[in-house]
Each structure stands twice: as structure tokens, then as C-alpha cells.
């Protein structure tokens, strides 16, 4: 009991000194010991790392799971060490309601299909979207909470062991500079006629005293020294690492681009496959016969396809079987025709379209009572059905 109040008296004085000395170099009365130029941007460079990473996790967060009440939700359980339960995506979400309205509405109808169709394709995209968020989280999130949770925090109780090694040292300086001082005036020689005998003794008597109070603080000063100089070696090994944690970043950054443009593709191809058996899906646009769209060549791409005529498609205007020979036989419309550049490559469904190859060029016009999402194509002596979605319309 009695060592531990000795060691008390001597932690509490220790930050008595401490604090004096960090209140004297605030306001200008004590000397500070400073650190040089490149320990200086070395601690510049840790702050400008952690700061940023934080703000890049945190908006990685949002990203990743933009609903704050799930995102608080998570953090809880991983602080109590739980496994976070299995959450449904919004496109998984969106895909459970229309699967629920096409089996009320009529899976037979065409609306029902096509929802049907459209909630596969959104059920994909939400397990896509999962997968995702699973493999940004492991190979980017992980490793930047365990910079800011581990390393960062040595860093940060390194530093302050630093500052409090500092302190002594300032303190150990400021000590010694009194004692010199007080040893100076002390060692002082009085007149011998103008101070009585007694003085001299005195004088003798604190000179020895001041003496050995400056090799206490001479001997106090060189081991605070040393301290502060293998605290400083230690800090700035740590803070020479950042450069080893920026690799390890980069390479977390470039895991997450693979997985967003992997995800991203998944999304292209399922959208692109939604996309084409909506075309191969016969009957699901059918309206009254309107007036011939204005010429091609005054309308752009988009003004082009969004004003076709919503009528049949010219298959099914046709009896069964005899598509291709239609086709083979109509001629360009009234409107003219115009050249168009393939966007993407198209595998042709069945006769009556025409198989596309991307950035080939083809002739393109429409027919009346066309759908609107798809125009006749030409190429050579070939000829057939393409749909507009897979077309740049040049004037």
C-alpha cells in the first residue's frame, strides 16, 4: 500500500510538471524543443492519411448501404461480435413484388409475362448487387477499419508518449537553466569589508547546495534525453510505415474497381438479355394505327424511335411461316431510308430478323404499322427486323 502512494505522490508530479511546462510553452514563457523538418511531415502525412480515410470509408459506407438505420444496425452487431443477418437488396425486393403481381394480375396476360420477365432479371440483379456489396466490404472496408482501428491507434499512443517525453525533456532543460543560474549568483564573492563573517559561511554553504543541484539536473537532463530520443527513433519508424499502408491501400482500391466493374457487367448482361426477350416477346405493345412519323432526317435518334407508330409488329401481321417472305418483299416506306451504325453485336432470334455485328453500318427504314422498337435492316441483299435499341441513327 505504502508503494503504491509513493508511486501515486510520483505519477501526480510527474503531471504537475508536465502540465506547468505546457501551459508556460502556450503562452510563450518556456523554451520548446522542436522537431525536425521531416519528422515534421511525416506527422503531416499520418494526419492527411487517417483523415481521408475516414472520410473515404464513411462515404464507402453510404455507398455500399445508403440506409443510415441498417448501416447503424451493422455497426452494433459488429461490436458486439455477431454475425450481421442476411438483408434483402431493393432489386431482390422489387422483384418479390412484381413476381406477387403477375401471379394476381394473370401470369397468362401479357403485362404478367412481362413481369414475370422483368422480375427475374431484377432478382439477378439484386443477387449481383449482394455479391457486390460482399466482396467491396472484405477487400475494401475491412482493410482501411483496420487501419484506423489498429495501426493508427499505435501511431496515435506512440505520439503522445512522444509529447510527454518531450515535456520532461523541456522541463529537464528549464530545471537546469535555474539551477546554473541560482548557482551563479550564489557562487557570487561578497566584500569583505561591507559583509560580516557569518555570510561567508552562508554563501559557502548554498554554493555546495546549487552545485549539486545542477549535476542532479544535469543527470536528470541526459536521461530524459535519451528517452526522448529512442521515443522519437520508435515514432518515426511507425510513421515511416504510412508509405507501406498506401500500397496496401492502392491495392484495396484496385480490388474494389475490379469488383464494381464486375458488377457492373453482370448488370449489362442481365439487362441486355431483359432487354431481348422483350423484343422476341410478340403482342405486349398493341395500339390504334397513328399518322406517318416526320422524316428521319429532321429528327434525331431518339425523336426517330420515340415517334414510330405503335401499331402490330410486322410479323404478326403476317400468317404464320410466311414472315421472311414479307419482309423479302416490302419496300422502303414513304419516309425514305437512313444509314445506322450497330452498337452492339445481336444474334438474330429467329428468319425474320437480321443478325448485327457492332459498328458495322446498315440501312434502317420503317414500315407502317411497325412497333416502335424495331425498324427493317439492310445489309447487301440480306434484309430483316432490328431492333432500334442496338442502333446509332446517323442523318
Not at 552545485?211 to 539536473?217: F, S
Not at 452492339?344 to 422498337?373: K, N, Q, R, W
Amino acid at each position: 500500500m505504502d508503494f503504491n502512494m509513493k508511486k501515486l505522490a510520483s505519477d501526480a508530479g510527474i503531471f504537475f510538471t508536465r502540465a506547468v511546462q505546457f501551459t508556460e510553452e502556450k503562452f510563450g514563457q518556456a523554451e520548446k524543443t522542436e522537431l525536425d523538418a521531416h519528422f515534421e511531415n511525416l506527422l503531416a502525412r499520418a494526419d492527411s492519411t487517417k483523415n481521408w480515410t475516414e472520410r473515404i470509408l464513411r462515404q464507402m459506407e453510404v455507398l455500399l448501404q445508403p440506409n443510415p438505420s441498417a448501416r447503424v444496425e451493422e455497426f452494433l452487431y459488429e461490436k458486439l461480435d455477431r454475425k450481421v443477418p442476411s438483408r434483402v437488396t431493393n432489386g431482390e425486393l422489387l422483384a418479390q413484388y412484381m413476381a406477387e403481381a403477375a401471379s394476381e394480375l394473370g401470369p397468362t396476360t401479357p403485362y404478367g409475362k412481362t413481369l414475370l420477365m422483368v422480375s427475374e432479371a431484377e432478382k439477378r440483379l439484386g443477387a449481383a448487387e449482394r455479391d457486390f456489396i460482399h466482396t467491396a466490404s472484405i477487400s475494401f472496408l475491412t482493410p482501411l477499419r483496420n487501419f484506423l482501428e489498429g495501426d493508427w491507434k499505435t501511431i496515435s499512443k506512440e505520439r503522445r508518449l512522444l509529447q510527454n517525453r518531450r515535456l520532461d525533456l523541456d522541463a529537464c532543460k528549464a530545471r537546469l537553466k535555474k539551477a546554473k543560474a541560482a548557482e551563479a549568483k550564489a557562487s557570487t564573492v561578497p566584500d569583505f569589508q561591507e559583509t560580516r563573517p557569518r555570510n561567508y559561511i552562508l554563501s559557502a554553504s548554498a554554493s555546495a547546495l546549487w552545485n549539486d543541484e545542477v549535476d542532479k539536473a544535469e543527470q536528470e537532463l541526459r536521461v530524459a534525453q535519451t528517452e526522448f530520443d529512442r521515443q522519437a527513433e520508435v515514432t518515426r519508424l511507425l510513421l515511416e510505415g504510412i508509405s507501406s499502408t498506401h500500397v496496401n491501400h492502392l491495392r484495396c482500391l484496385h480490388e474494389f474497381v475490379k469488383s464494381q466493374t464486375t458488377y457492373y457487367a453482370q448488370c449489362y448482361r442481365h439487362m441486355l438479355d431483359l432487354q431481348k426477350q422483350l423484343g422476341r416477346f410478340p403482342g405486349t405493345f398493341v395500339g390504334t394505327t397513328e399518322p406517318a412519323s416526320p422524316p428521319l432526317s429532321s429528327t434525331s435518334p431518339t425523336t426517330a424511335a420515340a415517334t414510330m407508330p405503335v401499331v402490330p409488329t410486322v410479323a404478326s401481321l403476317a400468317p404464320p411461316g410466311e414472315a421472311a417472305l414479307c419482309l423479302e418483299e416490302v419496300a422502303p416506306s414513304a419516309s425514305g431510308t437512313r444509314k445506322a451504325r450497330v452498337l452492339y453485336d445481336y444474334e438474330a432470334a429467329d428468319s425474320s430478323e437480321l443478325a448485327l455485328l457492332a459498328d458495322e453500318l446498315i440501312t434502317v427504314y420503317s414500315l407502317p404499322g411497325m412497333d416502335p422498337d424495331w425498324l427493317i435492316g439492310e445489309r447487301g441483299n440480306k434484309k430483316g427486323k432490328v431492333p432500334v435499341t442496338y442502333l446509332e441513327l446517323l442523318s
